[in-house]
């Protein structure tokens, strides 16, 4: 049988792209939505990824109401730090501002406790020691099962482990993107859980992004290219090429092949997808059957310097 249970369905495209207030509403139709989950439950997908202000709250609001829909109920994780509203003054970690946004998740989501809970990046005005003594009681009142970090480089994480205990870490991660191989490794030291989102970098592991063509409308070059400049760059592009002959070999595609580097890792306790479409989970499915011995992750790592 097919193992997905390292597969997380990523819903920040649900009514919005992301928590950026300029794409509020945009995204997936809430009826696309309802697909893109049918679609994940259908294959054994049973973990979806949102946040409070994914879609102005439409991501999460749209996950509850499939859930009720269809009497299903997935291992829910949402997280806290941006506007719900747009509003850039309502942001932050601050106890109270937690605890009153983990509310109206609920609400939105229609449950009583959520499974997981991030905290979805720094906040440099409140001490991290205060954060999570407050993630604490709320996991202690059975408000969430356990709580964790988004967005964390080394430091940020060995400082909120000194002021107190977290379970997960979900940072960007992939073939294109290894900054975070320090927290990875933390992570597997102290046994915490390490989930990797944009495991295709934004679509340039897809080869959705050619050598001097311009990227395609719609695609995360023309809507929030900025994470993504720095790979616009020869070098980048000549290791796509060599990538997409090694998946070509291997009678694959370069997603297929990205995710499978990913989930060959043992450290890697999820991978967040993000699919657009129910297509788009097709070389994720590929990817957990598609075994890769250490050494060849090496080499697919080589590949990219």
């Not at 009826?31 to 294959?43: K, P, R």
């Not at 997981?116 to 009142?141: K, S, V």
């Not at 994480?157 to 927290?183: F, H, I, K």
Request: glycine share 10%; proline share 6%; hydrophobic share 40%.
């Amino acid at each position: 049988m097919l193992d997905v249970s390292r597969l997380v369905l990523g819903c920040g495209n649900f009514g919005g792209i992301g928590s950026a207030p300029a794409f509020f509403g945009q995204g997936e139709t809430r009826e696309q939505a309802f697909a893109l989950m049918d679609a994940a439950w259908e294959v054994g997908i049973r973990r979806f990824d949102t946040a409070d202000a994914y879609g102005g709250g439409r991501s999460e609001r749209w996950i509850g109401e499939w859930m009720r829909d269809h009497d299903r109920r997935p291992a829910l994780t949402t997280k806290v730090f941006h506007s719900v509203v747009g509003d850039p003054a309502d942001r932050g970690l601050a106890p109270d501002r937690v605890r009153r946004r983990l509310h109206g998740s609920l609400e939105r989501l229609g449950v009583d406790a959520v499974d997981l809970y991030l905290t979805h990046e720094p906040d440099p005005d409140t001490p991290i020691a205060d954060t999570l003594a407050e993630l604490a009681r709320l996991r202690d009142e059975g408000l969430v099962r356990a709580f964790g970090l988004s967005n964390v480089d080394a430091a940020e994480l060995e400082a909120a482990l000194d002021a107190g205990d977290v379970s997960c870490v979900q940072n960007a991660y992939s073939l294109l993107d290894r900054d975070s191989e320090p927290v990875l490794e933390a992570c597997a030291a102290r046994g915490i859980e390490f989930q990797a989102f944009g495991p295709l970098a934004g679509g340039w592991l897809t080869r959705k992004y050619r050598r001097g063509e311009p990227p395609p409308t719609g695609s995360r070059m023309t809507l929030r290219p900025e994470p993504y400049r720095h790979l616009e760059h020869e070098a980048v592009f000549d290791a796509l090429d060599r990538f997409a002959e090694d998946a070509a070999g291997r009678g694959t595609d370069t997603a297929t092949l990205a995710l499978a580097w990913l989930l060959a890792d043992p450290r890697v306790g999820g991978v967040v997808l993000g699919p657009r479409r129910p297509a788009h989970l097709a070389p994720a499915l590929a990817a957990a059957s598609h075994a890769l011995a250490s050494g060849e992750r090496d080499a697919l790592a080589a590949l990219f310097g």
